[in-house]
Structures are given as C-alpha cells and as structure tokens.
C-alpha cells in the first residue's frame, strides 16, 4: 500500500521561491538595522532644534519644575529662585517631588516658599494638575523648568492647560557634548521624545487630552 504524504516535498522552483524570500527578508532586515541606528544620530543632532524651546529670563511670579531628572532640575530651578526670577516654586510630578523639594531647600531655598503637586505622572498631567494650584496663585506669568529635550513638549501642554498664564521656558541645559549623551540614558529618552511629542500634537489636535483632575491622594514617593 502506498502512503499518502500528509505534507508533500516542495517542488524544485518552491525551493528556490522560498529561498529568494528568504534572501530578501533578511536583506530587508538589514536596511532596517542600518535606517535604525543611522536614525539615532540624526534624531540626536536635531534634538536641540526640533525638540529645544528656550525663552530669555525675565522676572515671572512662579517658578514651575517638573518631576522625572531631580538633581538636575533641582539645581536649575533653585539657581533661579536665588537670582530672584521668581518668589515662589512649585515642583510637578509624583515620584520625586518632594524630594526635589527638599534638594531645592538645601541649596538654600526658603521652605515656604515651595509648593508641591505630587499626583501627577506624565507632562499632560504635569500641566492639568498643576492648572488650579496656579489658579489659587493667582499667577499670570510662570518660568518652567525641565530637560531641554522635553522642554517643547511640556511648554505646549502647559500653555493648553493654563492658556492665561504667559509661559516661559529655561530648561536645564545638556550637562556633556552631544556623542556623550549618546551612549547615556539621555539619549534613549531623546530618541524616544520625537513620539511622545507627535502624539501629544495629534492628541491636541483631536481634542483627546483629558481634562479629568483627581481628588488628592497620597503620592508614590510618600506610600514608599
């Protein structure tokens, strides 16, 4: 009796079908790669223009920063209150806000004279939960503070927000030259900014953005 191949051979120009696919998968594959990685040079080296709003200093009635790089905006804002821009802070952000609080008061920054949002866990929410604090303060001009990288990202969503406020954007400068960043954390949020700040745009456009602000609760960095 003569057995029925469930799964019969490939015939001779199957083979060589599958082969070629083969061949142009994996030629595909390659230009990816190379489009990849020659990408990430290119999107370093526009960051600074595409991604960078910087404002001249002037005098302002808050100064906000954002949460997510402590130190470094700590210092920044800091820098800016003792140069007296501002009377007063208010620091953004759940995770690190209080002790971005407390690294300001170290440097010599009056206790008082800090406020602190702590619920918040994106830029947007950054922006929305801050809205009615700065409302209560009756502020009409306001200096932010973030990454320079982030900065055009969370200038426009605050100036959705809080559309009466004039804003003004001094970001923490780049702490090395642009092939050190690279190869550091930094690079990678770089990369992964230019995303973020197309869907923030889209989101904008569309009318998508929440407007929902929670009843307060506890931050992550108290319950921890």
């Known amino acids: 009796m003569t057995r029925v191949q469930a799964h019969p051979g490939l015939t001779i120009r199957q083979r060589r079908a599958r082969k070629r696919s083969r061949k142009w998968f994996f030629a595909g594959l390659g230009i990816a790669a190379v489009l990849a990685i020659s990408a990430a040079p290119l999107a370093l080296f526009l960051a600074d223009p595409l991604l960078t709003i910087r404002d001249p200093i002037g005098k302002a009635d808050v100064i906000v920063v954002l949460g997510g790089d402590g130190p470094s905006r700590a210092t920044r804002a800091a820098g800016l209150w003792q140069t007296g821009v501002a009377p007063r802070v ?3 952000g759940d995770g690190d806000c209080y002790w971005i609080r407390e690294a300001m008061i170290d440097q010599g920054v009056d206790r008082s004279a800090i406020a602190v949002e702590c619920q918040s866990g994106t830029t947007w929410e950054n922006a929305l939960f801050s809205s009615p604090i700065l409302k209560q303060m009756n502020v009409r001009s306001a200096v ?13 969503s605050f100036e959705a927000a809080s ?3 004039r804003w003004v954007s001094v970001p923490v400068e780049p702490r090395q030259p642009l092939e050190k960043i690279a190869f550091g954390p930094d690079g990678i949020q770089i990369v992964k900014e230019y995303p973020k700040t197309v869907w923030y745009a889209i989101r904008h456009f569309l009318g998508l953005e929440s407007t929902r602000i929670p009843a307060p609760f506890p ?6």
């Open 90 to 92: 208010l620091v953004s």
């Open 144 to 156: 932010l503070v973030t990454s320079w990288y982030h900065s055009r990202r969370a200038i426009a």
């Open 163 to 165: 559309g009466d406020i």
């Open 219 to 224: 931050s992550r960095e108290a319950r921890t």
